[in-house]
T-cell receptor, first 110, second 118 residues
């Protein structure tokens, strides 16, 4: 089945640690996105990538980094510079005008 | 910059009733896409319906329909014959297709939590 997978589903991090969230898609989409969701709010764009080896900052990129070495993969690293990282993170890929979302990763900082 | 506003944080209706969720947006663009996404307790984002601004006809998908008022910048979602499985967060979203492909991000509203009661 084609789709987007994110792992892990739940992630716990101690303060001061970097952590990497995985996002993989087998839909053959060029564009991929990372969004953050906080309680009572909509999704906000962290980073996006139009094509392999290219990525751009979104609206709330501070404290995050990404890479795009393969078309299928777009991992997100939450660094210790992110002041409030506890949130739900959603990855998406895009075909034409529609974005398809993964199941998300819940990150909690202890 | 585009903004999307959903003024109803929560709504609750009885099963089989009809419910309308409100959404307004602000943009200077003439052509754009509008979407309603559903996020059930599983937290998976599911596309419910899409409207292209250049189309005057309102989009319909089975029990889901929209009332798109371009001049008023309003995009409401109507759910007919509501079912228990419709219980979810609903997000209105905007996309500007004039940007290059990868930059076509979604701009989301704050969401409306809809509960369908038996």
């Amino acid at each position: 089945d084609g789709g987007i997978t994110q792992s892990p589903k739940y992630l716990f991090r101690k303060e001061g640690q970097n952590v990497t969230l995985s996002c993989e898609q087998n839909l053959n989409h060029d564009a991929m996105y990372w969004y953050r969701q906080d309680p009572g709010q909509g999704l906000r764009l962290i980073y996006y990538s139009q094509i392999v080896n290219d990525f751009q900052k979104g609206d709330i990129a501070e404290g995050y980094s990404v890479s795009r070495e393969k078309k299928e993969s777009f991992p997100l690293t939450v660094t210790s510079a992110q002041k409030n990282p506890t949130a739900f993170y959603l990855c998406a890929s895009k075909a034409l005008s529609e974005q398809f979302f993964g199941p998300g990763t819940r990150l909690t900082v202890l | 910059a585009q903004t999307v506003t959903q003024s109803q944080p929560e709504m609750s209706v009885q099963e089989a009733e009809t419910v309308t969720l409100s959404c307004t947006y602000d943009t200077s663009e003439n052509n754009y896409y509008l979407f309603w996404y559903k996020q059930p307790p599983s937290r998976q984002m599911i596309l419910v319906i899409r409207q292209e601004a250049y189309k005057q006809q309102n989009a319909t998908e089975n029990r889901f329909s929209v009332n798109f008022q371009k001049a008023a910048k309003s995009f409401s979602l109507k759910i007919s014959d509501s079912q228990l499985g419709d219980t979810a967060m609903y997000f209105c979203a905007f996309m500007n297709p004039s940007l290059i492909q990868g930059a076509q991000k979604l701009v989301f509203g704050q969401g409306t939590r809809l509960t369908i009661n038996p």
